[in-house]
């Protein structure tokens, strides 16, 4: 069990890492947004977002503000783009950005897109010390000792992920799938671990 309980402990610290990585971003990239514009803005309807405290002056939510930049991201900047990209007629360099969802976040879909691989990653990393079917090809020498839906969703996990690390083009994830991903594979974790705790439970005894 210590296996699973390593399993869980790493899942669950490291979704809520990304968590709260999350809400911090998504609020910054909300208080940059001209779309976000508006104290009745549906931006502020609900979370994440940055708010003053109860009894100091509120934030002004009529314009957008700026973001100072990391020295980290300056570093990647000239590596990406070079020491002398070119310039738009207004005198601005423009970077190289990944799309933005429905909600106008870029935030939203690299985060849970990262968040995504990384719990894969860890299911798999549980998986392999019990020969769990962690892809395709296990999943087949499991067929018939556990549940096919089962085996089905590690399938469809397995894809998407696979979809997130290699392809070019897919559809942008979110945090909502993240969230929905990291909790299937921690109910199907212990499933796996059972079953085979179970068949070598059955299993006679060899003098």
């Known amino acids: 069990m210590k296996a699973m309980?390593?399993?869980?402990d790493k899942s669950g610290k490291a979704m809520l890492a990304v968590c709260i990585t999350f809400d911090h971003a998504r609020s910054a990239e909300k208080m940059t947004d001209w779309h976000c514009v508006g104290e009745d803005n549906d931006?502020?309807?609900?979370g994440p977002y940055l708010s003053a405290g109860a009894s100091q002056k509120q934030i002004n939510r009529t314009h957008p503000y700026c973001l100072r930049t990391s020295d980290e991201s300056r570093i990647v900047?000239?590596?990406?783009?070079?020491?002398?990209p070119s310039k738009s007629d207004n005198g601005g360099v423009k970077i190289p950005l990944p799309p933005k969802d429905i909600h106008e976040s870029r935030v939203d879909p690299a985060i849970s897109r990262l968040a995504i691989i990384e719990q894969f990653e860890l299911f798999k990393e549980h998986l392999i010390t019990f020969d769990g079917p962690f892809n395709k090809k296990r999943c087949e020498e499991w067929e018939g000792r556990i549940d096919h839906d089962d085996l089905n969703l590690v399938r469809k996990?397995?894809?998407?992920?696979n979809?997130?690390?290699h392809d070019s083009n897919f559809?942008?994830?979110s945090m909502k799938e993240a969230v929905e991903?990291?909790?299937?594979?921690?109910?199907l974790a212990p499933k796996f671990h059972e079953k085979l705790t179970a068949n070598?439970?059955?299993?006679?005894?060899v003098d």
Do not use: C, Q
Not at 5 to 8: C, I, K, P, S, T
Not at 77 to 84: F, L, P, R
């Open 5 to 8: 309980e390593d399993y869980l």
């Open 43 to 46: 931006a502020w309807k609900e």
């Open 77 to 84: 900047a000239g590596i990406v783009m070079g020491s002398n």
């Open 157 to 161: 996990f397995t894809d998407r992920r």
């Open 163 to 165: 979809e997130l690390t």
């Open 171 to 173: 559809e942008l994830s």
């Open 181 to 187: 991903y990291f909790y299937h594979l921690r109910e």
């Open 200 to 205: 070598k439970s059955m299993r006679p005894n």
